[in-house]
C-alpha cells in the first residue's frame, strides 16, 4: 500500500522536545504523521508489534531512560524488518565518542537539537525532503553530521 504522506517517529523521554517537534511539523508545509514515543522501551514494543507502521525517517535521542537511542539502534539494525528506516539521532550531544559510535552502528545521520524553533522547522525540513537512497549511498563521516 502506498501512503501519500511521510511517516515520522521520534522517541525522546523529554516532553517539550516532542512537543516542539510536533509544533515545528504542524507548521511545515510537508505532508507528514508524527507519532512520538517517551523512551526506547515504547519505541521497539511499538516497531516490534505487527501492526505497527513502520516510519520513513525515525529521529532518536541518545539519552533515554529504561532503553536509550544506541540500544535501540542496535536492535533496529539487526533486524531486517527496519532496512528501509533511516535513522535519524537527535540529541542535545555533540560529542565526537556518540558521533562516531552512531555512525559506526548504522545511524543515517547526525542532528543537535537546535536551540531556536525556527531552526529546528529548517533541521526538521531539510531531513524529511533528503533522498535518503542516495544521501546514504556515499555516506561518510563527513556527510553524516548535520550542520546549520
Known amino acids: 500500500m502506498q501512503k501519500d504522506y511521510i511517516h515520522i517517529i521520534l522517541a525522546d523521554d523529554d516532553e ?11 507548521e511545515l508545509k510537508i505532508n507528514t504523521r508524527v507519532n512520538t514515543f517517551n523512551d ?3 519505541l521497539m514494543d511499538y516497531l ?3 501492526e505497527a507502521i513502520l516510519p520513513n525517517v525515525l529521529f532518536l535521542d ?3 531512560p529504561k532503553k536509550n537511542g544506541i540500544e535501540c539502534l542496535h536492535e533496529i539494525k539487526r533486524n531486517e ?4 528506516i533511516a535513522i535519524a539521532i537527535f540529541s542535545t550531544s555533540s560529542s565526537e565518542e ?17 536551540s531556536d524553533f525556527a ?3 529548517k533541521v526538521l ?24
Open 16 to 26: 517539550d522536545d516532542r512537543q516542539f517537534f510536533t509544533e515545528a511539523f504542524e
Open 81 to 84: 524488518k527496519f532496512n528501509d
Open 40 to 42: 526506547g522501551v515504547e
Open 98 to 114: 556518540h558521533i562516531e559510535e552512531t555512525f559506526v552502528n548504522g545511524a543515517n545521520i547526525y542532528i543537535k537539537k537546535p
Open 48 to 50: 516490534n508489534s505487527p
Open 119 to 121: 531552526t529546528l522547522k
Open 62 to 64: 541518545l539519552n533515554m
Open 125 to 148: 525540513s531539510d531531513v524529511v525532503t533528503i533522498n535518503w537512497q542516495y544521501h546514504t549511498s556515499g555516506l561518510n563521516k563527513d556527510n553524516f553530521l548535520l550542520r546549520i
